[in-house]
């Protein structure tokens, strides 16, 4: 009964391919967010959907697509990789409200050869 | 602007000895909201402690407490008794305004507990 879960865990891909990551939380939250950690550690949001609606994009390129089918999934995109792309995606989702962490999926580590 | 500063990339801290993680926040909304998350180097992102801009009192979770600061706009983490499984990266983040859904991340602090 993980609260967060995201598929795969690690993902192996050449340069140029495409490729998509899943999450699905079963929190019955209404947020669910996607972020990059680099390799220095660093935590960037990426996207936030709110009841299937986007309300973040923080300038990323537009190879990076988010799609929610529906609350409790927000699955992740990714066209052409490249080598930048090379990080550590982390799933997550909250309640809307100042007060409310967001619980995170444990991640998936993303190589692009 | 960064909105959150961890100005420690590392710290060491001896077994069983209390250990303080600065962070520091800009923000010019009254609303918000900041929390600490760990991460373990199995790689999740741990929820620690949350403190709201409105609290008067510092938030306490067991071992961890949140030395808030509110006119220095610092939320500094102190562990308390550390263990050697306190060993990870420390993060600070804050929400601002409310029903704002972003949340913002420091560098993070990777802290070294020494048996």
């Known amino acids: 009964d993980t609260a967060v879960s995201q598929t795969p865990k690690y993902l192996v891909t050449q340069m140029g391919n495409d490729k998509s990551i899943k999450c699905e939380q079963n929190?019955?939250?209404?947020?669910m967010y996607w972020y990059k950690q680099d390799s220095k550690k660093f935590l960037k949001i990426m996207f936030s959907?709110?009841?299937?609606?986007?309300?973040i994009n923080e300038t990323v390129p537009n190879r990076f697509s988010p799609k929610s089918p529906d609350k409790a999934h927000l699955n992740l995109h990714i066209n052409s990789l490249e080598l930048g792309d090379s990080a550590v995606y982390f799933c997550?989702?909250?309640?809307?409200?100042?007060?409310?962490?967001?619980?995170f999926g444990p991640g998936t580590r993303l190589l692009v050869l | 602007a960064q909105k959150i500063t961890q100005t420690q990339p590392g710290m060491f801290v001896q077994e069983k000895e209390a250990v303080t993680l600065d962070c520091t926040y800009d923000?010019?909304?009254?609303?918000?909201?900041l929390f600490w998350y760990k991460q373990p180097s199995s790689g999740e992102m741990i929820f620690l402690i949350y403190?709201?801009?409105?609290?008067?009192q510092n938030a306490t979770e067991g071992r961890y407490s949140l030395n808030f600061q509110k006119a220095r706009k610092s939320a500094n983490l102190v562990i308390s008794a550390s263990q050697l499984g306190d060993s990870a990266m420390y993060f600070c983040?804050?929400?601002?305004?409310?029903?704002?859904?972003?949340?913002?991340f420091g560098a993070g602090t990777r802290l070294t507990v020494k048996p």
């Open positions: 997550a989702s909250s309640q809307e409200g100042l007060q409310e962490t967001q619980y």
């Open positions: 929190l019955g939250h209404d947020t």
């Open positions: 959907y709110n009841n299937k609606e986007l309300i």
């Open positions: 923000t010019s909304d009254q609303s918000y909201g």
């Open positions: 403190q709201g801009s409105y609290d008067e």
């Open positions: 983040a804050m929400r601002e305004g409310y029903n704002n859904n972003d949340m913002r």
